[in-house]
């Protein structure tokens, strides 16, 4: 059985990160598409800590014998590792971006020095 | 230009238009084919109409269509989304000094014929921002599919019980805007699935919204940006959005723009 201690910390600990999350959302420093996954993260650890019977549950189905707060960290880091991804492909994305921003711009510049000398 | 003498036509229907400055809004994406029509049909509502066609990120002439048919073209370097695009275009309005703006989707769901109707309101000085809402009359015309009609359905549903005020059509992007409408929008807009954020923003800014009915054709080129499963995602991402949003501040609209 977890120890009640173990689920209260965790669940005030998740839930203060869906708390820090939607105040970072609300202040505009975080937006909504890279919130979602965090969000998604703070409630099912909230729920799994608060929900003792159903993380024993769970724990027996994945063959956890002796500690079921293991299954917490097994799907913390599952969702750790599926942020990160995310993050991945997102960084991906914004280099591409830049590429693309920094050639228009020497297009751009190039452009305005010879309509520059033209004229 | 906005020098060039005006059609009596739509002088006549909207007195005191051709004193303003106005310009045209054009988000387009992979529509070569609609944008031109659309830049005519614009042309023949109001010669005197500005029009700006905002590229975002097309992989088909789109650009070069619309610069042929003598329209300005903003040409994004990559897509932004509907959200970022249409922004783009807000921002020419404000720092051109646009008196009346209105958006016009490049894909030709949106008729300009139409377009007397929601400026109207605007120009009479009874609202800041004129939505067409295929929703707000029994009127007939293009209807989108079934789920995307729940959607928005319950998006309109909840929007209206946030600001207040009944909102038939959350998602339709015929607009028409005042100065006051350009500049809040020029300064903070939302992305991706923008016009329902947008509506609740402008009521929290506490500018007046006013829906029209009108009568929307089937799309006449490139494909819708929602699809079922991404509709999904929005609806989350569009409800978190406006909820998260209630605790924020009331932004005041800034001095000057009163």
Known sequence: MTPLAVS???????????????????????????????????????????????LNTIARWLGVRGYPPAVLFAVGILFIIAVLLHYST?????????????????????????????G | MSEIAELPAVTLALPGLGELRRVAIVPALNEEHTVPRVIDELRAFDPGLDIVVIDDGSTDRTAQAAAARGAKVLRLPFNLGIGGAVQTGFRYAFEHDYD??????GDGQHDPAQLTRIIAPVLAGETDIAVGSRFAAAAGGYRSSRSRRIGIRVLAWTVSRI???????????????????????????????PEVEATVMVFRHRLRLLEVPVTMRERGGGHSSITALR???????????????LFRRNVAPQEGTE
């Open chain 2, 231 to 245: 509709s999904i995602y929005y609806m989350v991402k569009v409800l978190l959005a406006i909820f998260v949003g």
């Open chain 1, 90 to 118: 997102v960084i991906s994305r914004l280099s591409d971006q830049n590429v693309m921003l920094a050639q228009r711009l020497a297009l751009l510049e190039q452009e305005l020095e010879s309509s520059g000398s033209r």
């Open chain 2, 163 to 193: 600001v207040g005020q009944r909102v038939t059509d959350t998602t339709s992007g015929f607009q028409a805007l005042n100065r006051h409408g350009i500049a809040l929008f020029a300064r903070d807009y939302p992305h991706d699935y």
């Open chain 2, 100 to 105: 009346l703006a209105v958006r016009v989707d």
């Open chain 1, 8 to 54: 209260i910390a965790g669940a005030i600990a998740s839930f203060t990160l869906v708390l820090v999350v939607l105040e970072l959302i609300r202040s505009h420093r975080l937006r909504e598409r890279y919130a979602l996954l965090w969000l998604v993260t703070g409630l099912v650890l909230t729920a799994l800590s608060a929900w003792r019977g159903g």
